[in-house]
């Protein structure tokens, strides 16, 4: 029902935008080199609660509301465009910090982290583009219960995201021990992800792509 070039597509897609420096890696990190790998996790529970969000409503056809109302849908684009340009501002800016920077903050409860999680990953951009415009293009009608592979092809890009966010939560704390002896290199990591961040930004606000007249 599903074809391989489907699969393969959005496993790329999903590991490069895993991969691409954004809000979720910004909390995850922040959250466990501050307050432990532990914490880092449940915040990651929250994110996957995010991305089950997103996957409900990609199911129930809210592709089609942006295919039918494509002003709507170059609002999102620009919107998620404007705040991943925030980002890689503060990244950059003069006095900007390195997420990789120890910091002491309050000890956040795990209600509390979960929630900052969800909502850190309602609030991405990329996540929204993903599910929005990116998985729909993979789903082929013609192979009939398009909800079914609407699911099929979420649940993988899930499972590869949380896949590499905990690699990363396990190695942040070790990473930002060995940044902190080397302020270049933290000065380095901060404006690669703000460059990352800038293009990315560029990208997504430069995209002509629309959405197929189809929904998932």
């Known amino acids: 029902m599903i074809e391989m070039t489907a699969v393969v597509g959005v496993v790329v897609a999903a590991m ?6 954004g809000p979720n890696m910004m909390y995850l990190v922040s959250r466990t080199v501050s307050q432990g790998r532990r914490a880092g ?18 199911i129930v056809g809210i592709t089609a509301v942006f295919t039918m109302v494509p002003g709507l849908y170059l609002a999102v684009k620009l919107a998620g465009a404007a705040y991943l340009g925030w980002l890689a501002w503060q990244a950059v800016r003069p006095g900007g910090v390195s997420v990789f ?23 991405n ?21 398009v909800w079914l592979q609407s699911l099929y092809l979420g649940v993988l890009q899930i499972a590869v995201d949380l896949t590499v966010n905990v690699l990363i939560i396990a190695g942040a704390g070790s990473l930002a021990s060995f940044l902190a002896e080397r302020p270049l290199w933290l000065r380095t990591q901060r404006y690669v992800t703000g460059t990352l ?3 990315t930004a560029a990208l997504l606000a430069t995209d002509s792509s629309r959405l197929e007249s189809r929904s998932v």
Request: net charge positive; aromatic share 8%; glycine share 8%.
């Open 125 to 145: 951009p990329k996540i929204a583009i993903m599910y929005m415009a990116l998985i729909p293009q993979f789903v082929t009608p013609e192979h009939g219960m």
């Open 41 to 58: 996790l449940v915040s990651l529970a929250g994110v996957a609660a995010g991305f089950a969000v997103y996957l409900v409503a990609a």
């Open 197 to 199: 961040l800038g293009a």
């Open 101 to 123: 920077t120890p910091a002491t903050v309050s000890t956040d409860p795990r209600r509390r982290l979960f929630t900052m999680g969800l909502v850190t990953n309602l609030l």
């Open 16 to 21: 490069g935008l895993v991969l691409t420096p």
